[in-house]
């Protein structure tokens, strides 16, 4: 009787852990933002005029996430906000991206906002951004971006 109560609670515990996991948003990686056949490299020889120009301002994005809530990890560059808390930032896959380096292709950039603001421990880590994904551009001071994102939360990586 022992084994038949241990199994059936095992069974509920199974049943109830898969029913969290199923609510957990896919996975986005940066690889999934860019269509098949898309090749960076195609893209006009880079100036070497001192100018933070973006090589591909129009890159073409990809619609299977358009409307969905995912989860994206990346870094994050602030564009508003406070000490405290950021309203608005560029998600991009690589420290430095738009800063220190010329912008990635606009289909490796995603724009994140926050209505209440988030808390940004260190621009330095990495994190994921969890939120409703769009397709619709935004175009911003520092480069042109293929995605938006409105935010639900932020975690480490």
């Not at 515990?13 to 056949?37: F, I």
């Not at 960076?40 to 100018?51: F, I, N, T, W, Y």
């Not at 591909?56 to 906000?81: C, K, M, S, W």
Request: with cysteine.
């Amino acid at each position: 009787m022992k084994k038949v109560v241990c199994m059936a609670m095992a069974g509920l515990l199974l049943v109830l852990t898969s029913s969290v996991w199923a609510d957990e948003p896919p996975e986005v990686y940066w690889e999934d933002l860019v269509p098949e056949g898309f090749n960076e490299l195609d893209a006009p020889p880079a100036s070497h005029d001192g100018k933070m120009t973006q090589l591909q301002p129009d890159a073409p994005v990809v619609h299977t996430y358009n409307g969905q809530v995912v989860r994206i990890p990346g870094f994050v560059v602030p564009l508003e906000g406070t000490a405290e808390k950021t309203t608005e930032f560029l998600l991009v896959p690589y420290f430095g991206a738009c800063i220190h380096v010329p912008p990635p292709p606009s289909n490796q950039i995603v724009h994140v906002t926050f209505a209440e603001g988030v808390a940004i421990d260190d621009l330095y880590d990495a994190v994921w951004v969890t939120g409703t994904l769009s397709t619709e551009g935004w175009k911003g001071e520092i480069a042109s971006v293929g995605y938006q994102l409105t935010g639900i939360s932020v975690a480490p990586f």
